[in-house]
């Protein structure tokens, strides 16, 4: 079904890291990606007010300002999610991920310059992510820094490298985070800038998305995964599999407590119990 993409084993910006000449370890090869990675969403989350005032008028600057910090964070989320939907396609098809059946080794310990780069780009995302966390604990309390160190766990031992050739595999969770995003825009925005028949359709994306890619792949995946590092148990440090697969079996059934919520919240509004509108919000305040 994959073979059709390409595959991407080089990383044309390793030419650009300033130092060191000759690098020891993944991170010091790719560091500079991380920094690039970091200030590129840094730089976007700084320029989302000036560019949503200006597409957006008072229906972004009437917002109360909690909402708007708020706004400019899913603005981030949804550049961040179609550049991670992008850059985990070139992957799918190296033979470190196909092959991983007859070589479970090159599954967990195979790593190429492409795999490391996409791995210092999302590890870039999620210290701003945690950064923003952090400052504005108040808003997003304690379950989103700690989804962001978690995540951030998981894909800086992708550097190592371990499991770096899975990461297309939990990447793919991000093919619901659009529409995800668009349900909470559509929730905060006043009644009518966004249709009620694009509420429908993209409530149906959401639920269909998610069930499929975070509940159904997302426990077929980490079953696999879970072979394959077993199958290297000895070659790598205990902690690595225990706590990665810990926190992705943790992750699919949060995802199954807020797909129940959302199916829920769908049946109401099927009934005509709640507005579009209401739904919509209900929604956004179950899955954040």
Known sequence: MTSFLPVFTNDWLLDYRPFPDKPSNVFEEHWHEVVLSLLFYGTIHLLSPFVMSRWMGSHYTTLPKRTRVNFDVHVVSM???????????????????????????????????????????????????????????????????????????VFSFCMRPYAQPWIPAFLLFELSTPFVNINWFASKLPAGVIGSKTFIINGLCLLFTFFTVRILWGFYAVTIVARDMFAVWNDNPKFLPVTILGLNITLDVLNVFWFQKMIKIATKKARGNTSTRAAAKETAQKIE
């Open 79 to 153: 550049v961040q999610c179609f550049i991670s939907i992008a850059s985990l396609a070139p992957m799918w098809n190296h033979s470190h991920w196909q092959n991983r059946l007859n070589d479970p080794k090159s599954s967990i310990e195979g790593s190429t310059p492409y795999g490391s780069f996409v791995a210092a780009i999302t590890v870039g995302y999620f210290v701003w992510d945690v950064i923003v966390c952090t400052v504005y604990f108040q808003l997003f309390g304690l379950g989103f820094l700690v989804h962001g160190l978690a995540a951030l766990y």
